[in-house]
């Protein structure tokens, strides 16, 4: 299984859970500002999530049945991906 759990530390609540659906993760990554969740793969691509949120701004979860945005044009696995602090740019 290739799932990606996702926790309020705060409370250590599991907020979000979702499948990548690939061999392998290898590392994931939230933004600074807390809106996106990046995954890198065994496959040549990482897959960004959106943190979906209430009302008042609290996170609620992640849409787990789909990627918000597919980042492609690797040539072999990506090990690893970060965001920069303004949450705008994700370097692999």
Do not use: Y
């Not at 999530?49 to 690797?74: F, I, Y």
Request: charged share 20%.
């Amino acid at each position: 299984q290739t799932s990606v759990r996702v926790w309020a530390v705060d409370s250590g609540v599991e907020i979000g859970r979702l499948d990548t659906l690939q061999f392998k993760n290898h590392n994931a990554a939230i933004s600074p500002d807390g809106n996106l969740i990046a995954v890198s793969t065994f496959t040549a691509e990482v897959k960004v999530w959106l943190v979906l949120r209430s009302r008042q701004g609290a996170p609620m979860g992640v849409d787990s049945k789909r990627a918000a945005m597919t980042l492609k044009g690797h040539r072999s696995a990506v090990h690893w991906v970060e965001f920069s602090p303004c949450s705008t740019r994700a370097v692999t």
